[in-house]
């Protein structure tokens, strides 16, 4: 196997007998992505002196017995919305093109300090809203099995450098769909956590359930290990207050996933979450998928999941939020900003105050009706999957697909249902790779479970990773590769 295709783990298990450097395998890495960034385009700032540096040197420290960190060594790449000292952060906006940070965001602090090498960043829609990597300063990162589509967004870059080998782990962050989304379009696994189990130091509004920031990589188990990293908190950058959302919790546990027996778990499904948008293809394969995984033995019940409410909560309390993070700048947005950006707070500001209220007690209902389906009392199932996406993969060209079956596409959101709408009601959910569509695209799952049980959903998808990886028609599905060179 070609260092690149390792996983996190097994490079680092190389690494520590002696029969991998890091030096060798951020080079493999680059290799990788000399190959084939230019044509996907998602790793859209290097630092390749830096990183064969800081590799020189986890290697030496390997080499001299020091205390070693659980990404020792390990090439990570950042999303380009999370400032990295010394390295250009432009969040995909030519305002910021030359815009280089003197300190490290915290989520890049911890990978640091858990000794991983930042090797790039990744690209992402401007200022990272929009399901569709494309903008106006470095263009569109193409799909790793067809540059034509797309590959998700936001955190699409990350999704791209993770499934084709340029690294093992990368950032993400998700508000509606941001890891989850580009995860399924490019086979890959992402875990959107529970709120407040991965400390955000930027955050603009105290509380609430929208952005989190987290992890990505081909498999669960590299997927846990980098989110017990960057839940640490232990380490707070300087000058920065700790994020209020963030709670005592001992993130290292995190990566310390237990075995699970699938022939005692119950796992709920539903195709639509009880009536979103969804496409006729997606939900063809899902029952296919579901169908499989039914063969394979296990426990599978239809669950009464209602969220047809959510889109709707979801659009106004963006728009909400929308006006708390960028008041400040939207007088000077010019006729080219991010559309989608200017949609949401052009509704915010025409939205009547009452509804913006109502949208918040209906939250809390979808939320206590959402987590019943984990209890006793309600279905009492372990985990309840769902499509990761509700159409596959289309032509970056366009900002959104234009219709879904007859049915308009309205807003930048409206095709987005799928993973906003569990965004509304706080679960955590793993994406997790399950084969490839009619068109040999890969076709993405979402996990949900209880909150603050993230280490539990992560037990669960690894179980079931590990049994779709014993299934053609399952197993995560691999991007076309070049030849390797060495």
């Known amino acids: 196997m070609h260092a690149s295709d390792l996983s996190a783990i097994e490079a680092s298990n190389e690494m520590a007998s002696g029969s991998l450097s890091s030096v060798e395998l951020v080079?493999?890495?680059?290799?990788?992505?000399?190959?084939?960034?230019?044509?996907?385009?998602?790793?859209?700032?290097?630092?390749?002196?830096?990183?064969?540096?800081?590799?020189?040197n986890a290697d030496r420290a390997r080499a001299a017995g020091e205390a070693l960190g659980p990404l020792h060594g390990l090439p990570?790449?950042?999303?380009?919305?999370?400032?990295?000292?010394?390295?250009?952060?432009?969040?995909?906006?030519?305002?910021?093109?030359?815009n280089v940070p003197t300190e490290d965001a915290g989520i890049v602090a911890r990978i640091r300090a858990a000794g991983g090498i930042v090797v790039g960043k990744t690209n992402l829609p401007e200022y990272s809203i929009g399901a569709n990597t494309v903008n106006p300063l470095f263009g569109a990162t193409g799909n790793p099995f067809d540059p034509e589509l797309t590959c998700g967004g936001s955190s699409g870059g990350s999704g791209v450098v993770v499934a084709t080998g340029m690294v093992p782990l990368a950032t993400g962050s998700d508000h509606g769909g941001?890891?989850?989304?580009?995860?399924?379009y490019?086979?890959?696994?992402?875990?959107?956590?529970?709120?407040?189990?991965?400390?955000?130091?930027?955050?603009?509004?105290?509380?609430?359930?929208?952005s989190v920031q987290g992890p990505m990589a081909r498999t669960v188990r590299d997927t846990a290990l980098l989110l017990s990293v960057v839940a640490s908190r232990d380490l707070v950058p300087h000058g920065r207050p700790r994020d209020?959302?963030?709670?005592?919790?001992?993130?290292?546990?995190?990566?310390?996933?237990?075995?699970?027996?699938?022939?005692k778990i119950r796992i709920g499904v539903t195709a639509d979450l009880g009536g979103v948008l969804v496409s006729r293809e997606v939900r063809s394969t899902f029952a296919g998928r579901i169908e499989r995984l039914a063969g394979h033995g296990l426990d599978i019940v239809e669950v009464p999941v209602d969220l047809r409410r959510a889109p709707d909560v979801d659009w106004r309390l963006r728009a909400d939020i929308f006006v708390t993070q960028w008041r400040d700048q939207a007088e000077s947005w010019g006729e080219e900003f991010n559309p989608n950006i200017r949609q949401s707070y052009d509704a915010a500001l025409a939205m009547p105050m009452e509804e913006i209220a109502a949208a918040r007690r209906t939250q809390t209902e979808l939320l206590?009706?959402?987590?019943?389906?984990?209890?006793?009392?309600?279905?009492?199932?372990?985990?309840?999957?769902c499509p990761g996406v509700s159409v596959p993969p289309f032509p970056w060209v366009h900002r959104n697909p234009v219709e879904i079956d007859g049915h308009p596409v309205d807003n930048y959101m409206a095709w987005l249902a799928l993973t906003a709408s569990l965004t509304v009601v706080g679960h955590p959910v793993t994406a997790l790779p399950c084969g490839t569509d009619s068109n040999g695209l890969p076709f993405g799952l979402?996990?949900?479970?209880?909150?603050?049980?993230?280490?539990?959903?992560?037990?669960?998808?690894a179980a079931l990773e590990d049994l779709c990886a014993a299934d053609p028609i399952l197993s995560r599905p691999v991007p076309p590769m070049p030849e390797p060179t060495s």
């Open 27 to 56: 080079a493999a890495c680059r290799g990788r992505t000399d190959a084939l960034d230019p044509v996907l385009n998602a790793m859209i700032t290097r630092c390749d002196e830096r990183a064969d540096a800081e590799a020189a």
């Open 76 to 98: 990570v790449a950042i999303k380009d919305l999370q400032p990295t000292e010394g390295v250009r952060t432009t969040y995909g906006s030519p305002d910021l093109v030359d």
């Open 178 to 184: 941001s890891l989850r989304i580009p995860a399924s």
């Open 186 to 210: 490019c086979g890959v696994v992402a875990h959107r956590a529970t709120p407040g189990i991965v400390p955000n130091e930027q955050r603009t509004m105290t509380q609430n359930f929208y």
């Open 244 to 263: 209020a959302m963030t709670f005592p919790f001992d993130a290292k546990t995190l990566a310390d996933l237990v075995e699970v027996d699938l022939s």
């Open 368 to 385: 206590q009706e959402f987590a019943q389906h984990f209890d006793s009392a309600g279905s009492n199932v372990d985990v309840i999957l």
């Open 446 to 461: 979402q996990i949900a479970g209880p909150m603050y049980h993230d280490r539990r959903v992560l037990s669960i998808a």
